[in-house]
């Protein structure tokens, strides 16, 4: 008999939430519906101001590139690479970084490297071409100097003559 009125309470129970939840299902999917089509003009949306933002800065990477081009001319072969790395450590190409701002900072940027690639070279290192262009890749001036250490107690390890002239580098092949 327990049982039974269990069994009833729990029939009764079910059928009462079915019926309070009747009105719900009816607009459950309109809803599932509206939501989709706002995730896809939210989509579109996001995706639209992605393309303008790299639109702008694309061109603002041409318009420091530019003016760097302009001023670069005392770092010779390393201006190209050092560009790249310049760029990467800074925020030029930001919305919120005026052009002053920017030709400030790129005229800093070329003069300290023209100050670190004097200390360099003046290290007399038979490796300053590796040095140089481990420079060029972004390595610190701190980093360019353990470097050159490694390359030196490697090189005496081998027995090296260090004061004989290094041996050019072969030249890179034009692809």
Known sequence: ELRNIKKAIEDRRKDYKKECLAPYEAIEPQVKELVEMIDERAKHIDETVRAYK??????????????????????GEYAEPLFDVFL???????????????????????????????????????????????????????????RNTELIAAAERANMNLTAAPIPEAPKEII
């Open 88 to 146: 990467a450590e800074s925020k030029w190409l930001n919305a919120t970084c005026s052009v002053k701002k920017y030709k400030e900072e790129v005229l800093l940027a070329i003069s300290r490297a023209k100050g670190e690639i004097e200390i360099i070279k003046a290290t007399g290192s038979p490796f300053i071409s590796t040095l140089l262009a481990d420079y060029s890749k972004g390595m610190p001036l701190v980093k360019v100097n353990e």
């Open 54 to 75: 790299a639109e702008k800065q694309e061109e603002k990477r041409a318009e420091v590139k530019a003016y760097y081009d302009t001023k670069s001319g005392a770092l």
